[in-house]
T-cell receptor, first 114, second 112 residues
Framework: DGGITQSPKYLFRKEGQNVTLSCEQN?????MYWYRQDPGQGLRLIYY???????QKGDIAEGYSVSREKKESFPLTVTSAQKNPTAFYLC?????????????FGPGTRLLVL | QKEVEQDPGPLSVPEGAIVSLNCTYS??????FMWYRQYSRKGPELLMY????GNKEDGRFTAQVDKSSKYISLFIRDSQPSDSATYLC????????????FGAGTRLAVHP
């Protein structure tokens, strides 16, 4: 089955700790995205990558970092600099170009602070 | 002013009702208009998309875009309890990459 997988489903972070959220896709999509979802605020773009070894900041990149070493993988690290990390994190991918209609989302990771 | 405004609801309707969900947007450069459905604790799934003003129908769902008013709507006919979810509108196509701007989402509950 083609799709996007995210792990873990739930993640707990202690104060001062960096944590990494996994996102893998087997859709052969070029572009991948990370969004953060908070109640009443919709989805906000954290980082995106249009091609391997290249990524760009989104609207709320502070306190986050990413890498794109492989086409199928786009992990997100929530660093200790992110003071309010509790949220639902969603990874998405699209074939790129004008293929907006082919954007797929993963099942999400819920991050909670202990 | 937010780029996309969407009434968060919640909206509660009886089974069989016609549901109207709406969004307004501020940038006339947006070219793509989408509706996503998100069940609780799940990722959004694409429901409808359109590139132009007018209506697009898919089964019980109709997406409507009025570019002159910067207004988009989703109509659900014969609503079912399984339609209970959060509906997110999204607009895009104003930049050099596939960036979407999402509304806050409207929570819909369809009761039997």
């Amino acid at each position: 089955d083609g799709g996007i997988t995210q792990s873990p489903k739930y993640l707990f972070r202690k104060e001062g700790q960096n944590v990494t959220l996994s996102c893998e896709q087997n859709l052969n999509h070029d572009a991948m995205y990370w969004y953060r979802q908070d109640p009443g605020q919709g989805l906000r773009l954290i980082y995106y990558s249009q091609i391997v070894n290249d990524f760009q900041k989104g609207d709320i990149a502070e306190g986050y970092s990413v890498s794109r070493e492989k086409k199928e993988s786009f992990p997100l690290t929530v660093t200790s600099a992110q003071k309010n990390p509790t949220a639902f994190y969603l990874c998405a991918s699209t074939s790129g170009g004008l293929g907006l209609e082919t954007q797929y989302f993963g099942p999400g990771t819920r991050l909670l602070v202990l | 002013q937010k780029e996309v405004e969407q009434d968060p609801g919640p909206l509660s309707v009886p089974e069989g009702a016609i549901v109207s969900l709406n969004c307004t947007y501020s940038n006339s450069a947006f070219q793509y208009f989408m509706w996503y459905r998100q069940y609780s604790r799940k990722g959004p799934e694409l429901l409808m998309y359109t590139y132009s003003s007018g209506n697009k129908e898919d089964g019980r769902f109709t997406a409507q875009v009025d570019k002159s008013s910067k207004y988009i709507s989703l109509f659900i006919r014969d609503s079912q309890p399984s339609d209970s979810a959060t509906y997110l509108c999204a607009v895009g196509g104003s930049g050099g990459y596939n960036k979407l701007i999402f509304g806050a989402g409207t929570r819909l509950a369809v009761h039997p």
